[in-house]
């Protein structure tokens, strides 16, 4: 079992950068696949972004190709996001997941989730 912290998020002009991290506890992070979710108000959660264990492979929404990048450092059990060149419709609560099934751009196969950060993009 692992459990997810995020952290970073805030409010931001349009056009400016985020860091978002994701702290894992346990000793088995590099077993998991990593994932970035986003759900806005109204809206259901949608895939962002989606890391492999070794942080080889990386996989992201056409909506943030090219703006987000993720990356994970699994000495220190954590993944990020870091996002450039934010729009007013980023702005959602941002969760991060963990999962051992198939299924990269799929919620339900994330088997773990932190509680989310809110991003805030004012136009």
């Known amino acids: 079992q692992v459990q997810l912290v995020e952290s970073g998020g805030g409010l931001v002009q349009a056009g400016g950068s985020l860091r978002l991290s994701c702290a894992a506890s346990?000793?088995?992070?590099?077993?998991?696949?990593m994932g970035w979710f986003r759900q806005a108000p109204g809206k259901e959660r949608e895939f962002v972004a989606a890391i492999s264990r070794d942080g080889g492979t990386t996989n992201y929404a056409d909506s943030v190709k090219g703006r987000f990048a993720i990356s994970r450092d699994n000495s220190k059990n954590t993944v990020y996001l870091q996002m450039n060149s934010l729009k007013f419709e980023d702005t959602a609560v941002y969760y991060c997941?963990?999962?051992?099934?198939?299924?990269?751009?799929?919620?339900?196969?994330?088997?773990?989730w932190g509680q989310g950060t809110q991003v805030t993009v004012s136009s």
């Open positions: 997941a963990a999962r051992t099934r198939a299924g990269v751009m799929v919620v339900a196969s994330y088997n773990y």
């Open positions: 346990g000793r088995t992070f590099s077993s998991y696949s």
